[in-house]
T-cell receptor, first 108, second 115 residues
Framework: DAKTTQPPSMDCAEGRAANLPCNHS???????VYWYRQIHSQGPQYIIH???NNETNEMASLIITEDRKSSTLILPHATLRDTAVYYC?????????FGPGTRLSVLP | EAQVTQNPRYLITVTGKKLTVTCSQN?????MSWYRQDPGLGLRQIYY???????DKGDVPEGYKVSRKEKRNFPLILESPSPNQTSLYFC??????????????FGPGTRLTVT
C-alpha cells in the first residue's frame, strides 16, 4: 500500500501558485519524498525529490516539514500544461509505491 | 536525446500467445523496472533490475518474466497472456542517485489488450 495520503483533486487558477499537500506520517528516517506527475496516459515525469531539506529546481519547490510527516509541492506559476495527476511517493532504493495521486486542474 | 523507448506502443493479442515488450534506455542507467497501470489501482511495480543479470520481483510479478542481458535493455515477457493482463505498461530507468535516491525516467507506455 502507498505510504502517502493526498487529496484526490485540486483546482488552481492559471498564473497562480499551486500548492499540493502530501501526508506521510509513517516515513522512515532514510526514505525520500518524491514527486512525479502524469499527463493523460503518458509516462510519469519526475519533478523533484528530497530527504530532509527543502528543495527547488526549475520545475517546482518541495517543502518538507521538520518532522518529515508531510510535504508540499509548489508550482510557482501554474500553466494549463501543468494539468496532470501528481503523485507523492515515499521510498528508499528501488521500493516505489504509487498511490492514486492528486488530479490538479489548472483553470484559465 | 536521453530517453526510454518501448515497443510496441499498442498491441492486441489473444490469450496464450507469447509476447515480448521491449524496453531500451540510452542513459547508461543501472536500474530499470516495469510497471502496469490499471484504472483505480494506480501504478504497480512488476519487476525491477539493479544491473545486468540482477532482477527481482516487484509487487505484481505473476504471469511475467524479465531478463537483463545488456545494460540498456530490459524486455518484459508474457509467456501465456491472459485477459487480466490487459493494461498500460511502463518501463522506467534510473541512475542510483546520491545516498540511495532514484530519479526514474519513464517510457511512453505500451497499451496491451489480451482477448
Amino acid at each position: 500500500d502507498a505510504k502517502t495520503t493526498q487529496p484526490p483533486s485540486m483546482d488552481c487558477a492559471e498564473g497562480r501558485a499551486a500548492n499540493l499537500p502530501c501526508n506521510h506520517s509513517t516515513i522512515s528516517g532514510n526514505e525520500y519524498v518524491y514527486w512525479y506527475r502524469q499527463i493523460h496516459s503518458q509516462g510519469p515525469q519526475y519533478i523533484i525529490h528530497g530527504l530532509k531539506n527543502n528543495e527547488t529546481n526549475e520545475m517546482a519547490s518541495l517543502i518538507i516539514t521538520e518532522d518529515r510527516k508531510s510535504s508540499t509541492l509548489i508550482l510557482p506559476h501554474a500553466t494549463l500544461r501543468d494539468t496532470a495527476v501528481y503523485y507523492c511517493i515515499v521510498g528508499y532504493g528501488q521500493n516505489f509505491v504509487f498511490g492514486p495521486g492528486t488530479r490538479l486542474s489548472v483553470l484559465p | 536525446e536521453a530517453q526510454v523507448t518501448q515497443n510496441p506502443r499498442y498491441l492486441i493479442t489473444v490469450t496464450g500467445k507469447k509476447l515480448t515488450v521491449t524496453c531500451s534506455q540510452n542513459m547508461n542507467h543501472e536500474y530499470m523496472s516495469w510497471y502496469r497501470q490499471d484504472p483505480g489501482l494506480g501504478l504497480r511495480q512488476i519487476y525491477y533490475s539493479m544491473n545486468v543479470e540482477v532482477t527481482d520481483k516487484g509487487d505484481v510479478p505473476e504471469g511475467y518474466k524479465v531478463s537483463r542481458k545488456e545494460k540498456r535493455n530490459f524486455p518484459l515477457i508474457l509467456e501465456s497472456p491472459s485477459p487480466n493482463q490487459t493494461s498500460l505498461y511502463f518501463c522506467a530507468s534510473s541512475l542510483l542517485g546520491d545516498r540511495g535516491s532514484y530519479e526514474q525516467y519513464f517510457g511512453p507506455g505500451t497499451r496491451l489488450t489480451v482477448t
